[in-house]
């Protein structure tokens, strides 16, 4: 198991600094449009499926609570915690449109979307983007492997590369809990 262990660890740090070394700038620029976006009062959506859905209700809960000091709440929405309007639009109308009709209800032109994936295919995420873009909001996605069909269909995107979902998962959620950390101090009060 010690072998193990540490090939674990090894695989995770390689990938950290891959991206680290890859994605710097990419995340300071994602940071920025999100600040802007707060700064005309818009808010942030989240989604994602499995594990990343609940990094999507994580992103949220820290930009409406805090991460690491007390800063202005901040509007943001995960389309993945609303149990009710899950299952009942999916009951009725399948789960391909479900975060597409949350972004119907509640995106506005400015707003923020952010999806995580670690294929980068998931039907609904493709169909939230779509109707994000079409709606005015500015996409994010943070994605695996080769960035699937979400490739180059966000306007900001960051591709963790391998085909671990769990060394993608834990570099996506280093990436969004540098961004949260980085937007807190631009709204400290």
């Keep these: 198991m010690k072998d193990d262990i540490s090939k674990i660890f090894e695989e995770h740090a390689n990938l950290v600094r891959e991206v680290s070394e890859n994605f710097t700038d990419k995340i300071i620029e994602i940071t920025n ?7 005309k009062e818009n808010k942030v959506l989240t989604a994602g499926n499995g594990g990343s859905a609940s990094d999507a209700q994580h992103i949220a809960t820290e930009l409406v609570n805090k991460l690491c000091n007390k800063s202005k709440a901040l509007s943001a929405i995960a389309l993945t915690a609303d149990s009710a309007v899950l299952t009942a639009w999916s009951n009725d109308e399948g789960y391909d449109k479900v975060f597409e009709r949350q972004i119907d209800a509640h995106g506005k032109e400015g707003d923020v979307l952010i999806v995580i994936t670690t294929s980068g295919n ?8 779509n109707k994000a873009k079409e709606k005015g909001l500015v996409t994010i996605g943070l994605l695996g492997r080769d960035g699937g069909k979400l490739k180059d ?3 900001y995107e960051i591709i963790v590369p391998g085909n671990h979902v769990a060394r993608i998962q834990e570099t996506h959620e280093i990436i969004y809990h540098i961004i949260c ?3 807190e101090k631009e709204f400290l009060e």
């Design 153 to 155: 269909l966000c306007k």
């Design 122 to 129: 998931s039907v609904n995420l493709i169909h939230a983007v």
């Design 33 to 39: 449009v999100i600040i802007d976006s707060y700064k």
């Design 181 to 183: 950390e980085l937007i």
